[in-house]
């Protein structure tokens, strides 16, 4: 999860709440506000922050409020789609809720993967996909493979990459 994707997700006005790696949450202005609104922080490559993080996800989710998570981990240098980690899928299963894929189009050329600061003018889309629903698939690997399917198509389904 990035910044220039946090943005254009933030213009959905929808009461999710959503997991974003620590670092964003010192972000000035924007870190602040996923604090104060109570978001959820995970440190890479904590054990702990991950059991953490799925908790709090599962008490968000068994109170009714939805909750957006980035599965692929992290952002990429060429913004092609990665493999999936299970966490959002197995919630989805265990607590037996959708997936709602989103596909976010054209924020890649706003703002480098190392950067702070805004480079040009995007048009950006979000893009909200059928729902999956956990019942339909075998497992969670399957739930993932199928949400890793609707997103990829959807994402090259525009000339112009994320």
Known sequence: MCIRDILVLFDLFRPFKWVSKSEIFRVPVIGWNMRLNGYVPLVRGSGESVRRMMARCGELIDQGVPVLLFPEGRRTDDGRLQPFKDGAFDL???????????????????????????REQVDARVQVLPALHPADHADVRALRDAAHHSIDTALGSVAHPA
């Open 92 to 118: 989805a299963v265990r607590h037996g809720v959708p997936v709602i894929p989103i596909a976010v189009h054209g924020t890649g050329r706003a703002l480098p993967k190392h950067g702070m600061v805004l």
